[in-house]
């Protein structure tokens, strides 16, 4: 089981911007695909982006495109999660999870993914 600790959470204005740092415990994390999720009060969580095990390969949902960066550096198991332009319908909790093996494609499907982190809340004041 990959543990996943998701930080940088927080109350943010309208227009700011916020960096997710998720560190994983992952002797093998470079060879895994990662993705963040979030979920809003009284709604599904939902797919925000991914990133495949190299960093070659990203992919958004359309609500964040062009307002958010997913990256990694596998020499220190993190993944990160920049959020601009940030909106106070992007309000929710952010998870970070990982693919359930190596060498997967991630999906946008939460079905796809094996491990999970805590979450982190971030709230857009308007």
């Known amino acids: 089981q990959v543990q996943l600790v998701e930080s940088g959470g927080g109350l943010v204005q309208a227009g700011g911007s916020l960096r997710l740092p998720c560190a994983a415990s992952?002797?093998?994390?470079?060879?895994?695909?990662m993705g963040w999720f979030r979920q809003a009060p009284g709604k599904e969580r939902e797919f925000v982006a991914s990133?495949?095990?190299?960093?070659?390969?990203?992919n958004y949902a359309d609500s964040v495109k062009g307002r958010c960066t997913i990256s990694r550096d596998n020499a220190k198991n993190m993944v990160y999660l920049q959020l601009n332009s940030l909106k106070p319908e992007d309000t929710a909790i952010y998870y970070c999870a990982a693919v359930k093996g190596p060498y997967r494609i991630p999906s946008a499907r939460e079905a796809d993914f094996g491990s999970w982190g805590q979450g982190t809340q971030v709230t857009v004041s308007s």
């Open positions: 992952l002797r093998i994390f470079g060879t895994f695909s």
């Open positions: 990133i495949t095990w190299s960093g070659s390969n990203t």
